[in-house]
């Protein structure tokens, strides 16, 4: 029996290794036929910590990432998808990820990209692709290499301006 996804989340923060696995979640959802959900989460949590903590900046991140979603939403239906939507969640990334969006969305695939965390860095924060991937009720696919099947650690990441030539 051939798997068929219909519903796939795919999250998005902003990392190589994340716009990684956007790029092949659109592949994914293309041969499937199926509705892609982008979710970015807003980490309140790093937010508990600002003495004058105010919601202003919540906002602010908030409008970013609204902007941010619709130009992934914009990329993936210029590559000819059809059911493309995004959400921004507001809460601990592991548990909305793994848990709390599958369950309501009934979804039956998680592509994430792999950490970008060194083994000193996941064990004193925890990485959430190593909590999705215990956790979550469905399918996960670690999104480890690039569009042409080469590591994605491994590869150069993106040019930031103060090195491009």
Do not use: W
């Not at 029996?1 to 959802?29: C, N, P, R, T, W």
């Not at 989460?41 to 619709?70: G, H, L, P, Y």
């Amino acid at each position: 029996m051939l798997q068929q996804y219909k519903h796939i989340l795919v999250a998005v923060d902003g990392s190589y290794e994340a716009e990684i696995a956007f790029k092949k979640a659109i592949a994914v959802a293309q041969r499937n036929d199926a509705e892609l959900l982008l979710v970015h989460i807003v980490d309140t949590r790093a937010f508990q910590n600002v003495s004058s903590f105010d919601s202003a900046m919540v906002e602010q991140v908030t409008a970013a990432a609204k902007k941010t979603m619709a130009d992934y939403v914009q990329t993936a239906e210029d590559a000819g998808l059809k059911n493309v939507s995004y959400t921004i969640e507001y809460g601990a990334p592991k548990t909305v990820i793994a848990r709390d969006i599958p369950k309501e969305r009934n979804i039956d695939l998680i592509m994430i990209g792999a950490t970008g965390l060194n083994a000193v860095e996941r064990l004193l924060i925890g990485s959430v692709t190593a909590y999705v991937t215990r956790e979550a009720p469905c399918d996960v696919l670690v999104v480890r290499t690039d569009l042409e099947n080469k590591p994605v650690l491994a590869t150069t990441k993106k040019p930031s301006p103060d090195n491009e030539q």
